[in-house]
């Protein structure tokens, strides 16, 4: 089965957003081994995008549209598929109950073309909006296959992963199993990890071997067909351990884990509490590890320390180890895992300290990060960074490096025990 | 001038990168007036290309290739080219110098397949590259343009901007002046402020007005053309007026202003400090604040209240207050707003509490946000949110609205003065 992606906005053409969807639906088909070809990209426009479709038709057999099913008259994806397909379009009773709540929760006033949002192709299965309005379709003839999702990508990525994706094995009809395993590092340069699995790189058929970096984390995905289940983890479980022999050190976690769910993990499997205050990263830190559900048992809260006078008041470190060694130094950063974890009682206190950019602080040039960690068992330990990016880039990293210095220290000093 | 912008890159295909060269090409295209109706993505595979070449053809006057000009067997762009076109690949001296000097600048050996970078299409304009190895290449017919970049961003961005733009308008060969205007709305959804200015929509001519969502804010570009700036402006003042007046409530900044920067404008022409406490966002607002360079003038810092205990303990909210009213709730977001702002000494106090999800808190469903600010001159108030996106979306979306709901008490109650 060959698929084609076609997204449809003037917003793309005018290159206001990047066409991050197309990504992710590429991705995810190509977890089942589903080809795609060619990405379209056509504006608001009924005649252009019919004559896309004129040739999508004829290079694929499934065809995925993104974008073009809200309520305004631009919106003419669902509009063109069913002129084209002569189909009708119909009011779905479902989606308009969900729209007509949708506004009452939100508090607001439903205007009449919000209605056009619930009309879909006739005979289609409907793909429920969890996160929005406007429903998706799946529609199938003789030849083809029509997947129509919408344009946001936080309604878009739910409803193709948990609607339209568990429907895709029935168009496929396929028997081989796929199987795709992702394992996770940081810490390690993108080059240095290919050097080392440089032959593994060179031999691969199946499973195949693919790395891939992005914000300072390395990622080798193994895909393994085969007609059993059982065959193709024993295929991926092999060329694994070969791997983890050889760079495990660098291993944090493996398929949807995150370095904040690993370290949340961690901290819950071995009852630990953490606590931070934060300079540069002002809050961050703390945010990050807040996006993983349930971090609560663990998280207890800290402080974000922004100014010399909080960090002395509030803090509570001194104004002359302020005045000895600066404000981003190894001493302060210490000296503010130490207080915050005193202050809010946990086991583990973080500071972060530090010159984001685009200019120096602390008598530091941009990009330079200090970072504390206390421990109940030892004494404080801190670590610099020399980072090189945009301030916000710096400001990610900077978050990013804590929690992977601070899992191989609670691996390491064998207080975290997987 | 319509143009056509082709990607080739089979890692496109397998979702392992988002497609943003086309995104910032499009830009760029749209600051000259050049029009692009079509985006499309295709594998390293010659004859797959060679049919996207033609198809472009039929449809664009220009033709803008990103990727496949590197060193490996993969890389085929000028060969698809050169043989569609009949031209000859001839060495490029200059470029093979280059080549040969960026090896002995990295200190490594240059292998031999990296001499097939300097080959270039006989009778092209060659585009240096300043920050890697491929030249690009600009060849035009009596039909159509073509321009040949390399993918990775960081060569092509410059590659575009410095080499090949300055060569688009002797192919245009026009005098017209475009000038392009962002209004940026929050609190108002896209179907709402579309029907407001439906008129304006429809009749749009010059200036044209294109509206655009993302992330709970909604934008409307204003793009005026003309003979002189002052008349392209003067067309682009005149709409803007009649927009205002309809839903000038709504706007909080232009261009490229964010909330963030916005409201650091507005504490810092005003002299206001401001602090926060937050549970479900987690330091997200203060993170928010902090990635303007130069917050610290106004955000002093903040508390991160995770757990009620530390919420009593370390805030200083009564536990009756908790136990009467519920740790999600207006009385808590107004007591937490307050008790920052006098712990940390500052005009403005924020407190944020809510149910991040997927699962409920503190007896309210998941969605649930009470936002509570205190200010020098009144009483706290607070705002409710009932939100129905993912965890981090909600998170997202309760930080900016909290800086929207600011941003208007900030004008409404004329404490801030712009």
Redesign the interface.
């Given at each position: 089965m060959k698929a084609e992606i076609i997204a449809v906005g003037?917003?793309?053409?005018?290159?206001?957003?990047?066409?991050?969807n197309?990504?992710?639906?590429?991705?995810?088909?190509?977890e089942l081994g589903i080809d795609?070809?060619?990405?379209?990209?056509?504006?608001d426009?009924p005649n252009?995008l019919l004559?896309?479709i004129k040739?999508a038709e004829g290079?694929a057999d499934l065809l995925i549209f993104t974008g073009g099913l809200?309520?305004?008259?631009d919106d003419l994806t669902k509009e063109t598929i069913a002129n084209h397909l002569n189909k009708k379009l119909v009011m779905d009773d479902h989606a308009l109950i969900y729209i007509e709540d949708?506004f009452k929760?939100?508090?607001?006033?439903m205007?009449e073309?919000?209605k056009k949002q619930a009309l879909v192709l006739e005979g289609c299965t409907v793909l429920p909006n969890k996160?929005?309005m406007a429903p998706g379709m799946l529609l199938s003839n003789e030849k083809h296959s029509y997947i129509l999702l919408p344009g946001?990508p936080?309604e878009m990525e739910?409803m193709f992963q948990f609607e339209a994706k568990p429907l895709l094995p029935k168009l496929l009809n396929e028997e081989t199993i796929i199987l795709s395993h992702v394992i996770r590092f940081y810490g390690i340069g993108e080059a240095e990890l290919e050097t080392k699995v440089q032959d593994l790189l060179e031999n691969q058929t199946n499973p195949t071997l693919?790395p891939?970096a992005s914000d300072g984390e390395v990622t080798l995905r193994l895909t393994a067909k085969s007609d059993t289940e059982k065959d193709a983890w024993h295929k991926i479980e092999t060329l694994q351990a070969e791997i983890l022999q050889r760079v495990g050190n660098f291993v944090y976690g493996y398929n949807n884990d995150s370095l904040a769910s690993k370290l949340r993990e961690l901290l819950i499997d071995n009852n630990l509490t953490i606590s931070?205050a934060?300079s540069?990263?002002?809050?961050?830190?703390?945010?990050e590890?807040?996006?993983v559900?349930g971090?609560?048992e663990a998280?207890?809260?800290?402080?974000?320390?922004?100014?010399e006078?909080?960090k002395v008041e509030?803090l509570g470190v001194k104004q002359q180890l302020l005045s000895d060694y600066g404000v981003v130094s190894s001493q302060c950063a210490e000296e503010m895992a130490v207080r915050i974890k005193e202050?809010?009682g946990t086991n583990i206190g973080i500071g972060i300290t530090g010159a984001?950019?685009?200019?120096g602080h602390g008598g530091q040039p941009a990009g330079t990060v200090w970072i504390g960690i206390a421990l109940d068992q030892m004494a404080p330990v801190s670590y610099k960074l020399s980072l090189t990016g945009m301030?916000?880039t710096n400001?990610l990293r900077a978050v990013k490096f804590t929690i992977h210095y601070l899992i191989r220290l609670l691996r390491e000093e064998g207080i975290a025990k997987i």
């Open positions: 003037s917003e793309l053409l005018l290159g206001q957003i990047s066409n991050t197309a990504r992710f639906i590429s991705s995810q088909l190509a795609v070809y060619y990405h379209t990209v056509v504006g426009n252009r004559d896309s040739i290079r809200g309520p305004t008259k949708f929760r939100m508090n607001r006033e205007t073309n919000n996160h929005g946001p936080k739910p693919a891939l931070a934060e540069m990263t002002a809050g961050l830190f703390q945010s590890l807040a996006e559900p971090m609560g998280l207890v809260g800290g402080m974000i320390t922004y100014t006078k909080i509030q202050k809010f984001a950019g685009p200019d301030r916000n400001r």
